[in-house]
């Protein structure tokens, strides 16, 4: 039989997410995300004890459950380009299935670093940073990506437009999750990815 308090909190923080989301997590009282459940300020208590312990577990979820996915694709050892493919297409994943804890992430993040429960977010973003460097930094030893590349100018273009796509992206749109991912990857590889020469044309002589 399913548990109906854990139902319960899972639809307080779906509300929660989608206001923090839609106001601001500061805008957003306790009175609001109560109203909108149809409860009173007191009931929301019951479940939890402020509306900071519901942004951490917002945002732990969603950032454990993105970087659960990306030590599954890096473990399947496909090499810098396929890897880098494979997470910036879970990276789109995310932002369709939980638009709304990625859309606090990226508004929120700077300042709930600033508060000592919220300092996972800071290590997460190091470990971040230092995944997709270090595939850039890989593929381009191996000669997938351009030798010209520098590494932290094209990490910040591809973490800065995979992120602000949260801003445009319409889960209801004509293009699917997965499409919008591959035009995105074949719009960024067609620029970092080697050129090749074409052969050249044998001549008879």
């Given at each position: 039989m399913?548990?109906?308090?854990?139902?319960?909190?899972?639809?307080?923080?779906d509300?929660?997410?989608?206001?923090?989301?839609?106001?601001?997590?500061?805008?957003?009282?306790?009175?609001d995300?109560?109203?909108?459940?149809?409860?009173?300020?007191?009931s929301?208590?019951h479940?939890?004890?402020?509306k900071?312990?519901m942004?951490?577990?917002?945002?732990?979820?969603?950032l454990?459950?993105?970087?659960?996915?990306?030590?599954?694709?890096v473990e399947?050892g496909?090499?810098?380009?396929?890897?880098?493919e494979?997470?910036?297409?879970?990276?789109?994943?995310?932002?369709d299935?939980?638009?709304a804890?990625?859309?606090?992430?990226?508004?929120?993040?700077?300042?709930?670093t600033?508060?000592?429960?919220?300092?996972?977010?800071?290590?997460?973003?190091?470990?971040?940073?230092?995944?997709?460097?270090d595939?850039?930094?890989e593929?381009?030893?191996?000669?997938?990506?351009?030798?010209?590349?520098?590494?932290?100018?094209?990490?910040?273009?591809?973490?800065?437009?995979?992120?602000?796509?949260?801003?445009?992206?319409?889960?209801?749109?004509?293009?699917?999750?997965?499409?919008?991912?591959?035009?995105?990857?074949?719009?960024?590889?067609?620029?970092?990815?080697?050129?090749?020469?074409p052969?050249?044309?044998?001549?008879?002589?």
């Amino acid at each position: 039989m399913p548990d109906q308090n854990s139902g319960r909190r899972a639809e307080l923080l779906d509300l929660a997410a989608e206001l923090f989301a839609e106001h601001g997590y500061r805008s957003t009282t306790v009175r609001d995300i109560a109203d909108a459940a149809g409860i009173l300020s007191g009931s929301l208590y019951h479940h939890f004890d402020s509306k900071e312990s519901m942004a951490d577990e917002i945002l732990r979820g969603f950032l454990d459950s993105l970087f659960g996915r990306y030590a599954e694709i890096v473990e399947l050892g496909l090499g810098p380009r396929k890897t880098l493919e494979a997470i910036v297409t879970a990276s789109f994943e995310a932002i369709d299935s939980q638009q709304a804890a990625v859309a606090i992430y990226q508004n929120e993040a700077k300042h709930l670093t600033k508060l000592e429960r919220f300092a996972y977010i800071e290590t997460r973003n190091t470990e971040f940073h230092r995944l997709w460097t270090d595939l850039l930094t890989e593929g381009i030893a191996d000669g997938a990506f351009r030798p010209d590349l520098d590494v932290e100018v094209v990490f910040r273009f591809i973490r800065d437009t995979v992120w602000f796509a949260v801003h445009w992206y319409n889960p209801k749109g004509s293009l699917p999750v997965e499409e919008i991912a591959q035009q995105y990857l074949t719009i960024v590889l067609d620029g970092i990815a080697t050129r090749r020469r074409p052969a050249k044309r044998r001549t008879d002589g």
